[in-house]
Structure formats: C-alpha cells, structure tokens
C-alpha cells in the first residue's frame, strides 16, 4: 500500500500546475480541456479496461501478486518516458497507456488485502493507512530534494519549506520520473507479496461478469450513483487545486506538501474508520464523507477567508476518501461473493475511477471557461477566473449527492 500510492502521490499534485503553466514559466501551456483530457479522460479508459484486464485474469488465471508486478513495473517505464515529451497528442497517449496499466493495480492491492485479512473493516483501515503515508512521503520527498534549498521549519502548512531553485516550474516534470522509480521499485517488491492464486474452478468463467450481478442489490446501485457524482469533483480536486493553490500565492514547490495536509487528516480518519463502520454503520459513514465534499468546496469558494484557512480546510480531505472511498471499497467487498473478489472491486472501479473522472474531466474544462471572462484593455487581454463559482458549484453538487445517498441507501451486508 506505501508503494502503490507513493507512485501516485509523487505526479498528480504538480502534474496540473505544470501542464497549465505557460511556456515562458517552464510549463507546457496546456488548456484546461487539454488538462482534463489528460487527467481525466486517459485515467476512465484505464479504469473501464481494469476489469476485463486485472480483474478477470486475477480470478481466474493468474496470481495477483505477479500480474501486479508486471502492470506496476511496465508502468513505471511509461511515465518516466512521459516525463520527456512536450506536445498534447503524447501526452495524451501516453497518459492513456499508463492508465490501462496502473489503474487495475489499485483494486488490485485491495483484493489481495481482503484476501488475507479476516476482519474487514478493523484490518483494512489498518493496512491501507500505509498507502496514505505513502502518498505524503512521496508528496514531500521530491519537492525538498528537487525544487528547494536551505529547508527550514515554519508554523503554517506545509511546514517545511526552502527556496525554491530558479527553474522550479520545469522541474515539475520530473515528478514524473521520480514517480517512475518508485513504480518499478514497487514491481520487484510484489515477488514478496503472499501468494494469491486464482479460483480456475469456478462454475462462471468470466468474473467480471458475475461481479456486474452486484447491481441485483439496491444497495450497490445506489451507492454507485453516489459514487459517479463524488468521483466527479474528487476528479475536479486534482485538476483544479493546484493551480488554485498558485493563484492564491502559494509557491510552486509549496503545492504538493501543502496538499498532503488532507492526506495527513486521512491518516486519523482511516485509523478510526473500523470504530466507526461497527458503532454508526456504513450508511452514516459513508453519508459525512460525501458531505465533507460539500464543505470542503464551500470553503475553497468563500473568498473573504484567509489563505490559511483555505489551505487547512483540506483537511476534509480525510473524511472525503476514509469515509467514503474506503468504505465503500469495504462494503463492495462484504457483498462479494469470493470467487468475484477481484472483479467486483474493478466493477465498482469503473464508476469512481472510470465515468466520474472522464466526466470530472470535462466538466472541469466546462466550468473554466464559463467562469473565465476577458477584458479587452488598452494592452494584452486580462483574463479573469472566477475559483469562488467555481467551487461553489462543486459544493452543490456534494450537497445533492449527499442528499441522494442518505435517503436511498439501505445496508444489505446480511
């Protein structure tokens, strides 16, 4: 778990910031549709393939830990070659590629969890804490050995901050690379992994069309449709904070720590989140996590708050993925039958990592250029985007979702 989100956590903080930097600052100059097709389209075709790729050849064919070494080590490879092109139609490919192959892993490591632990939902929360610290150590790691000098402590998020070195923006794409490591270093620790042999004499050869069978509970098909909407603006959160954050004054080399901070509230939440499923049960937990998007995004739109407040309100961001993501993913297990493990946790993939980020995608261009306005003046066009309805509409969105959820939702584990 510390090395499956410790690779993700390296690249995706920065990798908007740097695709919508202009050319002169060291970025690539990139659209927000361009970005949203990048970030958001390439990860929903790796997410929509996962099941007919990871999910169906882990139970059935091969073990899990194998086939996970060879999509994480694969990879790695493409995002560091990624890392050294400069046009759109490359990026978009490449980033297509590398989410066919990375975007199985992650139900993947689920489903070799839940296949060696008994109590799901106090040893689940436990194991998958490490890949939240992964994704901070990561986070860290390279801005302070790659994008600042002279680090010194301070009060205020992210705490430890240095001077930034003059080519700070370009240096972003490495982000890339280091993620590319830490990828392929991953690849040979899954020969380490437990063995997790398939089930090749189930009655249903294909997997992952049983695991589509989940949608008989009505309780999976809600929580789907409350998934396709948080998926939406979880997406949103990766394409649009980081420039957020710079447009706010915060430091290029200063945006990836900074957002840790709601991995570190992820941390305490996901350590209690087993306390909390067995005394208020996975409707109401899954309920605050969905409307911790809403004030979240309330927050980020309230203009007249101090920086600081905006930056520390990330936070939510704990309650957002403990509450909610690994809930579910719990939940979706429970109502698995065993010989479907795998696939259902990819089913259940394709709507939080496949429909919700191509429509996050595109709805996150959508926005940008309906809140964006110019104003011809006598020199160059001042453009202006308005963050503040912007992130009041994701709010409302969380809010109807969270809505939607608890009243629709009814607990079928028995």
Known sequence: MFLQYALWGAWLPVTARYLSASVTEGGLGFSGSQIGMILGLAGSIGAIAAPFIAGQIADRYFSTEKILAFLVSFGGIVKWYTATQTDYHSWLLLSILYSVLYMPTLALSNSITFAHINDQEN?????????????????????????QTDLQFQYTPPFIVGAEVPDVTSRLA????????ISICYGVFCFLLPHTPPKRDAVEKLAFKKAFDLFQYSSFSVLVLASLAVSIIHQIYFLQTGPFLSSIGIPDS?????????????????????????????????????????????????????????IVSQAFHGFCYAFFFAAAY?????????????????????IILGGGPVIGGWLSGYLQEAYTTVNPLPGPDLITFDYSA????????????????YFLFNEQTE
């Open 123 to 147: 040893d689940f929360p436990k194991i998958r804490i490490w890949g939240t610290i992964g994704w901070i150590v990561a986070s860290w790691a390279f801005p302070m050995i790659w994008l």
């Open 174 to 181: 490495d982000a890339l690379k280091f993620s590319g490591i």
């Open 254 to 310: 200063q945006i990836g720590p900074a957002m840790t901070i709601g991995q570190f509230a992820e941390i305490l939440t996901m350590a209690y989140l087993g306390f909390f499923l067995k005394r208020i049960g996975f409707k109401k937990v899954i309920t605050i996590g969905i409307g911790a998007y809403c004030l979240r995004y309330a927050i980020f739109g309230t203009e007249l708050l101090p920086v600081w407040v905006m």
């Open 330 to 350: 719990i939940y979706v297990d429970k109502i698995a039958e065993d010989d479907v493990r795998h696939s259902a946790q990819t089913v259940f993939g394709i």
């Open 390 to 405: 912007f992130w009041y509409t994701l709010s409302i969105i969380g809010l109807v979702a969270t809505a939607v959820f």
